[in-house]
């Protein structure tokens, strides 16, 4: 089992910057993919960014590139995402979630691959 909690949320303006923290506890041996979702309401829950929990490039989807930066800390079991430049259409509950299903390049961005989840952390960028 891992555990994932969220944490870092809030309100911010329009350009605004926010980070957004995943602890991990558990087994966390059993790791090999970290990623960020989010959900706005009445849409589907969208892959924001992913990272192997060993190293390697990070994966994000084409709205955050070069605004989101997902980073880890191994050594205190924590996952970040650095999200600057913030637009309110960015405006949604942020999940964490880890995948144990194995190697695979590029990381995966389907939900369905990712076995835990956290309670999410809301974000809310005002115009």
């Known amino acids: 089992q891992v555990q994932v909690v969220e944490s870092g949320g809030g309100l911010v303006q329009a350009g605004g910057s926010l980070r957004l923290s995943c602890a991990i506890s558990?087994?966390?041996?059993?790791?090999?993919?970290m990623g960020w979702f989010r959900q706005a309401p009445g849409k589907e829950r969208e892959f924001v960014a992913a990272?192997?929990?060993?190293?390697?490039?990070?994966y994000y989807t084409d709205s955050v590139k070069g605004r989101f930066t997902i980073s880890r800390d191994n050594a205190k079991n924590t996952m970040f995402l650095q999200m600057n430049s913030l637009k309110p259409e960015d405006t949604a509950v942020y999940y964490c979630?880890?995948?144990?299903?194995?190697?695979?390049?590029?990381?995966?961005?389907?939900?369905?691959?990712?076995?835990?989840w956290g309670q999410g952390t809301q974000v809310t960028v005002s115009s």
């Open positions: 979630a880890a995948s144990v299903t194995g190697w695979r390049i590029p990381p995966p961005r389907n939900s369905a691959e990712y076995t835990y």
């Open positions: 558990g087994r966390t041996f059993s790791l090999y993919y």
């Open positions: 990272i192997a929990w060993s190293g390697g490039s990070p």
